[in-house]
């Protein structure tokens, strides 16, 4: 009994790691597409990337307009932060004769040549009159590099000659939260945000009263050809969306509705899928429902209404999460309908394929603009999951 109640324990424990590690590889690409809209340009393509964001520490020099850079610089055998106070200073590798493996690093405005060569390994190399430690000393030139000179902003006594390519920077973590206003700025993203709420608004109002209409009369209204009309309209899901976008295109042409919001929210408020789910629902409601209710006087409408809507609620919210997402994200018809040039009419999607080539080498900026077209849908699915979950649930029971 010991036994099996560990075996259970353990086998439970499993299956959490298993589940927690495959919710992590799941959920990274949305966190690192978070951070990255929070971060600096330059920390964007720093090698190897890094998840948080972080933000050069810098420091106020006396003499420097603006703040100096801070990098770890080893002085004495320890690393301190130091400020760069000059960059691309021309330095210049000598060594001597006797032993060209001891590499000393001078600035060349401290060397002087003396016209004389050395043969070093086959090659040969110049000679240079160098100060080291107060004396002057022939050594020879074994190559060239640029430092830079970072001075102690405690103590600007303490100077040091640095690689700055290599040399690691200061950093803090931070947050660059005017990443998201300089994206509304750039492209206007707050009309285009307002634009898509507004049409997936009502472009899930009007595909719930429609399915609510169509599906309640497919279920409970008897008229001749029913269910043969009803075939004909479910069989429209398997017509590809590349074959009607034409027609419906030269359709918005015929009324006037190109380049026209009206476009892309009256075309998709009439669905054959949320008929479909609706008319199923309605379906397992019992008949002696409706039958009492039209004993005790009350008219369709009121039925529909008072009965079968407040028990449909998880199928409208599952209608409705699916309908909202399609038309948050939609792409396609909006590219049709609506001209590119026509910012005032465009919808995020749209923004954010503009703003992937306006934007093309600030990709905190591209990222900042995904957050704002991901963020809503996925509040909104959080919110409707309850419902959705009810929905599933309740279709197995009642199957």
Do not use: C
């Amino acid at each position: 009994m010991h036994s099996q109640r560990l075996r259970r324990m353990f086998n439970g424990t499993l299956i959490y790691i298993i589940l927690i590690a495959f919710a992590f590889i799941m959920l990274f690409p949305f966190f690192y597409m978070m951070t990255t809209s929070l971060k600096e340009p330059k920390d964007t393509f720093r090698y190897p990337p890094r998840l948080l964001p972080r933000e050069a520490a810098s420091a106020e020099m006396e003499g420097f307009e603006e703040p100096v850079e801070l990098y770890h610089i080893e002085v004495n055998g320890e690393f301190r932060p130091m400020a760069l106070v000059e960059e691309n200073i021309r330095i210049g590798q000598f060594a001597d004769p006797a032993t060209p493996e001891n590499i000393i690093t001078v600035p060349l405005a401290d060397a002087s040549a003396t016209g004389g060569t050395v043969t070093i390994d086959g090659n040969e190399v110049d000679v240079y009159m160098v100060a080291v430690d107060d004396e002057v000393v022939e050594l020879v030139l074994m190559g060239r590099t640029a430092f830079g000179r970072f001075i102690d902003p405690d103590d600007p006594s303490v100077e040091a000659l640095a690689n700055v390519r290599l040399s690691e920077p200061v950093e803090s973590l931070t947050l660059r939260p005017e990443n998201y206003s300089e994206v509304v700025e750039l492209q206007g993203m707050d009309r285009s945000l307002t634009n898509t709420l507004m049409i997936t608004i009502l472009v899930v109002s009007g595909t719930l009263f429609t399915s609510l209409l169509g599906g309640y009369a497919f279920a409970r209204l008897r008229f001749p050809g029913r269910d043969k009309l009803f075939l004909l309209y479910l069989g429209t899901i398997m017509i590809p969306f590349v074959v009607i976008v034409t027609p419906m295109y030269q359709l918005m042409v015929a009324i006037g509705w190109v380049d026209r919001m009206v476009s892309l929210i009256v075309p998709w408020i009439f669905s054959a899928y949320g008929t479909f789910l609706m008319r199923q629902f309605f379906i397992t409601i019992p008949r002696e429902i409706e039958e009492a209710a039209t004993i005790d006087g009350a008219s369709r409408w009121q039925i529909l209404w008072r009965i079968f809507v407040p028990a449909a609620t998880p199928a409208l919210a599952t209608l409705g999460t699916f309908t909202f997402l399609y038309a948050w994200n939609s792409f396609f018809w909006p590219l049709v309908a609506i001209n590119t040039g026509n910012t005032d009419n465009h919808v995020l999607t749209l923004s954010l394929s503009i703003l992937r080539g306006r934007a093309s080498d600030s990709p905190n900026l591209i990222l900042a603009g995904a957050a704002i077209a991901i963020i809503p849908p996925m509040l909104f699915f959080i919110f409707g999951q309850r419902f959705f979950v009810e929905s599933a649930t309740s279709s197995a029971v009642k199957g």
